[in-house]
């Protein structure tokens, strides 16, 4: 039909409520699980920030996006890198799903590094599920440098999407821009912090042992969490970009039946203004 899921959802009485202003941009790949890994780091991120459900809701390009612009579907959304420059600028604060945590997929992914990339203007955190947190604590404990090595390899020369031409759209752009070692650089640099701020947060939430070695380990990361970062790394983008009324709305999708309030951003040039204020 030519229409996203959010779209969809306004045109019916019963489901119009479960659309409302995005908070949070997400960025993630198909590869990952809505249930297992989505919607279960949604929920653990809502939880352990103490967000109120009424008032938050989630930017998921699945659920917003027009789908078939390139196979010819009629008011298709065309997805480029400005596009998405704008509602995450306007939006804000980014959330990056890494899971696993030992192979984060976004890092891989083209579209992901562009949005984390632009996320960086402004509030950006990693969550993981609930599963892979608890991976991931147990590896801060016991290998604190392969935890550092995995965030730590990022080239966007070497990673992908699912149609080619959008990887030639995503390296042209940042070509034009930003640079693709400035770009490596920020990402890295992004995730580092984010790295040492949450090792710091997990190490104090363990439970206090006799254990010597235990609390030797526990020193020796906090020591290397609160390392400097070195190097310097150029900010991208200038001021953040104002809301652009006629061309996007920023909207957000509650997925009926799911725990978290899954968003989506409407790319609503046709949407009608009616609809859209009447869930305020």
Same mark, same amino acid.
């Given at each position: ?36 890994? #989505?919607?279960?780091?949604? &929920? ?41 420059? !704008? $509602?995450?600028?306007?939006?804000? !604060? ?37 599963? &892979?947190?608890? +991976? ?19 080239? #966007? ?19 034009n821009g930003i640079g693709m070692s400035e770009l490596n650089q920020l990402v890295m640099?992004?995730?580092? &912090?984010?790295?040492? %701020? ?19 380990? +526990?020193?020796? $990361? ?7 970062? !070195?190097? !310097? ?36 040039? %046709?949407?009608?203004?009616?609809? $859209?204020?009447?869930?305020?």
């Amino acid at each position: 039909k030519g229409k996203s899921v959010a779209e969809l959802l306004l045109e019916d009485p019963r489901t119009a409520a479960e659309v409302g202003p995005a908070t949070i941009f997400v960025s993630w790949y198909l590869a990952q699980k809505l249930g297992r890994d #989505l919607f279960d780091a949604l &929920e653990e991120y809502m939880k352990r920030e103490g967000l109120d459900r009424a008032r938050t809701y989630f930017w998921v390009c699945d659920y917003i996006i027009r789908q078939g612009f390139y196979v010819g579907v009629p008011n298709g959304d065309e997805t480029t890198p400005e596009l998405f420059t !704008h $509602v995450i600028r306007d939006i804000g !604060h980014t959330l990056v799903l890494c899971t696993p945590w030992d192979d984060p997929g976004p890092l891989k992914r083209s579209w992901c590094l562009w949005e984390i990339k632009t996320g960086a203007e402004g509030k950006l955190e990693v969550i993981l599920s609930r599963e &892979e947190r608890k +991976r991931f604590r147990r590896a801060l404990v016991k290998d604190f440098p392969s935890v550092e090595t995995k965030f730590s390899a990022i080239d #966007l020369r070497k990673s992908d999407t699912r149609d080619p031409k959008d990887k030639e759209m995503i390296f042209e752009a940042v070509k034009n821009g930003i640079g693709m070692s400035e770009l490596n650089q920020l990402v890295m640099e992004k995730l580092r &912090e984010w790295l040492a %701020k949450t090792a710091r947060e997990e190490l104090d939430a363990l439970k206090p042992r006799t254990d010597s070695t235990l609390r030797a380990e +526990r020193a020796r $990361v906090r020591r290397r969490a609160r390392l400097p970062l !070195h190097g !310097h790394v150029p900010r991208a983008g200038g001021r953040r970009a104002r809301g652009r009324a006629g061309q996007t709305g920023v909207m957000a999708l509650r997925k009926a039946g799911k725990p978290p309030r899954v968003a989506a951003l409407i790319t609503c040039r %046709k949407l009608n203004r009616k609809a $859209v204020n009447s869930q305020d």
